[in-house]
């Protein structure tokens, strides 16, 4: 694990010292930026599979409502049912699952990155570098002890904080509208579909705002990665899944 981790050092330093003309001393948060971009472009092609998965669950909304008037007094027939028109009609409904699956590692790397005092035996020296003011390895209870909100370090974290509070107040917007357009097709199928569907199509709306106490937790890196990566998703949900209600593939709005 400690040479993997002097490997992935060297991939940000290596970037870093790529970007250092145009970002000068904020080269290494740029690398980042840089990288987080990567894994989205790597991971799209999942995205895209899952927008498809997810028309495909709308237009099988029809016959789940037939299911439904059918199985109206029996919810495990229902339940089985919809899973075997899923099934025959080779549909997951927890594809949507995948694209964020498939960046928890990107993300714990990062902050393994820079939460360790030394790599590979040697001093963490990527911990040094800053985003303006604010450490690459600090967190926002250190800005807070180091000039407070509105110091130099607090600020930066507050430039974050506005950004994903805008990504996620259009996140919230879209997932309401598009749950209202779904839940007349879909309705209570959706809650037979998966266990604990119903919970999670009431609370996937306010999710974005978790992200908020990411920012706040981890290292200023990890943040970087986590503030990129939402807007990516923001933007791109908002164009593969145009026209889809929710209701067909609730899931798909979580990554």
Not at 5 to 23: C, K, Q, R, T
Not at 87 to 116: T, W
Not at 156 to 164: C, E, P, R, S
Not at 245 to 255: N, V
Request: glycine content about 8%.
């Amino acid at each position: 694990m400690s040479g993997f981790m002097s490997l992935f050092a060297d991939l940000v330093g290596s970037i870093a010292d790529l970007l250092e003309p145009l970002f000068h001393a904020s080269a290494t948060a740029a690398a980042i930026v840089l990288f987080t971009a990567c894994v989205r472009l790597l991971v799209h092609p999942l995205s895209r599979a899952s927008a498809r998965g997810q028309k495909a669950r709308a237009r099988l909304n029809p016959q789940i409502a037939e299911l439904r008037k059918k199985h109206s007094k029996n919810p495990e027939k229902l339940q089985k049912a919809v899973l075997e028109l899923h099934r025959a009609e080779k549909v997951s409904p927890l594809s949507g699952c995948l694209p964020s699956l498939f960046q928890l590692p990107a993300f714990f790397l990062l902050y393994h990155l820079f939460s360790s005092s030394s790599i590979g035996g040697e001093a963490n020296a990527l911990l040094g570098h800053e985003l303006f003011a604010a450490p690459l390895g600090g967190r926002w209870a250190d800005a807070l002890g180091d000039g407070g909100v509105f110091g130099a370090q607090g600020l930066v974290y507050l430039a974050l904080f506005a950004i994903v509070a805008a990504v996620a107040t259009f996140n919230f917007r879209r997932t309401k509208t598009q749950m209202a357009a779904g839940a007349p097709a879909s309705g209570g199928a959706d809650a037979q579909q998966v266990p604990g569907m119903g919970a999670i199509t009431k609370v996937m709306p306010f999710m974005s705002f978790m992200t908020l106490f990411t920012v706040a937790f981890v290292p200023l890196a990890a943040a970087l990665y986590v503030v990129t990566s939402t807007t990516w998703s923001a933007v791109e949900r908002a164009v593969l899944y145009r026209d889809v209600p929710i209701g067909a593939g609730t899931l798909a709005t979580a990554g």
